[in-house]
């Protein structure tokens, strides 16, 4: 499950910088991009956070 919230965080950081850079797939939209770059960021610490109470 942690790894799953780390893989889809990456996914959507990738695509709002897809996004910032060519227009695609959401039509740049700076300011919905940088709040999918923060919620990807979040969830990934969060799973990081869960990671190290695991080990």
Do not use: E, T
């Amino acid at each position: 499950m942690i790894v799953a919230s780390w893989i889809v965080a990456g996914v959507v950081a990738a695509a709002a910088v897809a996004d910032m850079a060519i227009a695609f797939p959401f039509n740049r939209q700076i300011v919905m991009d940088v709040m999918f770059l923060l919620g990807a960021g979040l969830v990934a610490y969060l799973a990081f956070d869960a990671f190290k109470d695991i080990r």
